[in-house]
């Protein structure tokens, strides 16, 4: 089956920049995800980015997608404890005619002041 | 406000009960999607609905039920043969069009076990 792949876990110190590797398995991928999940509440969508594109930029967040070694990056600026969250990579699977995303295990970022 | 509601928060079962969570939208989208997520397993596909009475399995549909009777309601019933229900349940929905997956989700129901 498809496998998103994430690191589980990472720590920064507060203004530092975080970084968030995912790899994934669908080379059709039309778009690709990262959603965050604070504790004991659903996913919010941050960023996705177009699979034609290299590079997003929003605000603090930057996107990066290689296509060829199928992987994703979440760069994130400034790094404030508030950031303290779990971060999911997703990617969209085409099965029988419906799309769907898959997501990864999550990565934990813990952000120390 | 536009969004997704679950409920309850927290739900109990018992022994051989079946339990029913609730997935209300009013987003006007057109699919709907049940996820469970347990710990250091990341989120799990049970079932999804494209349109109104149509849903399709995902990977862990054994033990689950859904039906789409309206468009802005999903229910999922965990049923007894569910043997480990135990877990965070995420109710999310889209536009559902293919290319744009952007999914939107609810609060979450925590299941456990008594």
């Known amino acids: 089956g498809e496998d998103v792949e994430q690191s589980l876990f990472l720590s920064v110190r507060e203004g530092d920049s975080s970084v968030i590797n995912c790899t994934y398995t669908?080379?059709?991928?039309?778009?690709l995800y990262w959603y965050k999940q604070e504790p004991g509440a659903g996913l919010q969508l941050l960023t996705y980015?177009?699979?034609?594109?290299d590079m997003k930029q929003d605000q603090r967040l930057t996107v990066l997608l290689n296509k060829k070694d199928k992987h994703l990056s979440l760069r994130i600026a400034d790094t404030q404890t508030g950031d303290s969250a779990i971060y999911f990579c997703?990617?969209?699977?085409?099965?029988?005619?419906?799309?769907?995303?898959?997501f990864g295990k999550g990565t934990m970022l813990l952000v120390s002041p | 406000d536009g969004g997704i509601t679950q409920s309850p928060k927290y739900l109990f079962r018992k022994e051989g009960q079946n339990v029913t969570l609730s997935c209300e939208q009013n987003?006007?989208?057109?699919?709907m999607y049940w996820y469970r997520q347990d710990p250091g397993q990341g989120l799990r596909l049970i079932y999804y609905?494209?349109?109104?009475?149509?849903?399709q399995k995902g990977d862990i549909a054994e033990g689950y039920s859904v039906s789409r009777e309206k468009k802005e309601s999903f229910p999922l019933t965990v049923t007894s043969a569910q043997k480990n229900p135990t877990a965070f349940y995420l109710c999310?929905?889209?536009?559902?069009?293919?290319?744009?997956?952007?999914?939107?989700f609810g609060s979450g129901t925590q299941l456990s076990v008594l």
């Open positions: 997703a990617e969209s699977i085409n099965d029988s005619g419906y799309s769907t995303l898959t």
């Open positions: 980015i177009f699979s034609n594109m």
């Open positions: 669908d080379s059709s991928s039309t778009y």
């Open positions: 987003l006007n989208h057109d699919a």
């Open positions: 999310a929905s889209s536009i559902g069009d293919r290319g744009d997956e952007k999914l939107f």
């Open positions: 609905s494209q349109i109104v009475n149509d849903f």
